[in-house]
């Protein structure tokens, strides 16, 4: 059973416990473009006790640097560095773990941020914003040539989400199984401050299910996101926690790499999934309602 | 083990054992837009031995009366009567089984023909070709009212599938669970003259990801299109064969509704799928390269 946190005692044996505090962002930092009160004190505080502090996102629709400034439009502190989305994960992937040739191309579903993501790691792609791909027109394999050069799929959320990609995507996949099958991540939805809308393993699922094939997976709950992080800050697994608001994505990657894990319920994991008959297997270490609780450390 | 069909004696035997004939379209009596040898003269043949012969095609995308105009076109006769597609069965499953109350309404993820279908059982709808829905627009729930009056999704392949539709049906379903998840059929792949591309069963893909929950199919192989079949046509199962050239679609719906069953190597399953080690679960009563093989039964 997960342990509650309320008293201040509670609190400060977790600072005392962990030296590097991974976040999940969305439900935990803000909510949508609302922040969620005593995140930045809380981080301040961190920061002041020398813990090391990392920003997990699977949100591929973002790079690194325009995460940064939604950081700064928030009034959170925080270094490129210490942020790690997906898109940058599967970028990273792409050229240290599936080490695809410079001459070879990805074929992309998702967005701006993904794209930049592969510019910076030096790789070229088709597909994604580009103009050609952001249509409705009717799409007919006779009219088109595929790119010999193709060596991998991935795709993201992308909210440009067509049949020309789709059927691109599909075509590249089944004609060579040698072309890679990558997904940024699988979160079956996305949060907005006005609710939930497909998310970028919705938006993979036409390609599983026409291919009948399994991708392989980025973010989190996979380890391959964990790596990303491990190449850059090297950290003791038993003195770091990860926090986040989802079971199946935040609470399952600390547990799969060997952290302790803190759920927070200012996103979308709701009291009745934690407790009762019904909860879920993924049982976090310690439940807290909202990270702004750990201001109770604070010297007033 | 499938009886292969070569000698006329296999033929004539197979005519004189039944006197329904249903047949799928694509990949039985043509390929894209090519008519298949011989099918003209063999449908010809069965109807001069008074035959019952019923087309019963999976393709949502047209309506019965485009489907007419596709026979005619390729100079195939048929009767709008003997048509029937998962567009029609899904209007007539939404009337009769649903019963939707007249004053609701279906959110369509579709094309024109099954628009049309809906109109002929005088059902109302959304979404489908409306220009307001078929836009790559970025969509947001804050510029959004659902209509109260929707009691049912309904997707089927529809090329122009995008972000505001998907995320339209996501919130339709995810708010109201008495919303009827139906699609038109679940075909993984949808064949054209140059190849594959997404079905429907790919295009309803990301709503059973975001839900986590399948729809009820109304295609074949499930009962529900035979159902519709035998309201308007009585027949004998056991005097009834099915015609396909798909082992999970045609030839299974066959063997569901206790049907004889007929392979044809002019589409989706190749000779490797029914013999060997790796052979199919789903095995055809009959096996015969072509349906142009019955000709040999022709009087020269």
Redesign the interface.
Known sequence: MAARLSLKGDYESLLEKYDTWLFDCDGVLWQGDRLIEGVVDVLELLRSRKKSVMFVTNNATKSRRSYKTKFDKLGVQAHVDEIFGSAFASAAYISSVLKLQKDKKVYVIGMAGMEEELREEGISYLGGTSSED???E?????NWTPDPSVGAVLCGL??????TK??KA??YL?RDPSVAFLVSNED??YP????????A???S??????L?KDPVAIGKPNSTMLECIKAKHDYDPKRTIMVGDRLNTDIEFGKNGGLATLLVLTGITQETEITGPNASPIVPDYVTSSLGDLRILIPS
């Open positions: 952001n249509t409705l009717p799409f007919t394999l006779a992308d909210t440009s989400i067509n049949y789709l059927s599909f075509a089944r079956s939805t907005t401050a006005e609710g939930l809308l497909p998310g393993g919705s938006i699922a036409p390609l599983r299910f026409a009948g």
